[in-house]
């Protein structure tokens, strides 16, 4: 068995390896996620701690996530674009998102960098910890199962109207 874990590996993978590496990914990054958000929760209840702590954790975030994007387009995207006849359409779709994500995470570490002492951030963690679990949960129910993202090759049958 081929045993991966946040380094992109240098030659595609199968489905049942992509997976595993990506949900063993997800249970790290949802306990970083749950102490951020703890750490938030503690900061906006006027809990004393170090002025930077919200920032840091916004950095240890951005920095996780921008290696996790990395890793799931690497071992996501060849499997799905060739999974015809919507498996391109799905590339897209994570490409599209994975985007999103990385442009929302550089723009509030940018401004935790700019600005850690701002009693915002405590805010905007709690939502950006919300939104990453809710996008691993949906990731993982729509995308990581058998079903979805598979090591057999489905043939359309062209000739058949």
Request: charged residues 25%; hydrophobic residues 45%; aromatic residues 2%.
């Amino acid at each position: 068995m081929n045993e991966i874990g946040w380094s992109a590996p240098l030659r595609p993978v199968d489905a049942g390896t992509a997976r595993r590496g990506i949900l063993w990914q997800h249970k790290r990054l949802r306990v970083l996620l749950e102490s951020a958000r703890a750490l938030a929760d503690d900061r906006l209840g006027a809990e004393p701690g170090r002025p930077d702590a919200v920032a840091s954790a916004i950095g240890d975030i951005h920095s996780a996530m921008e290696v996790h994007l990395t890793f799931e387009e690497a071992v996501l995207l060849p499997l799905l674009r060739d999974d015809l006849p919507i498996g391109p359409q799905r590339a897209d779709r994570l490409v599209d998102e994975h985007l999103r994500q990385r442009a929302m995470l550089a723009a509030l570490h940018k401004e935790a960098s700019t600005h850690p002492e701002l009693p915002l951030l405590a805010s905007k963690l709690v939502a950006l910890t919300s939104w990453l679990l809710a996008d691993m949960a949906e990731e993982e129910s729509a995308l990581l199962n058998p079903d979805s993202v598979r090591d057999d090759i489905v043939v359309v049958d062209q000739n058949s109207g």
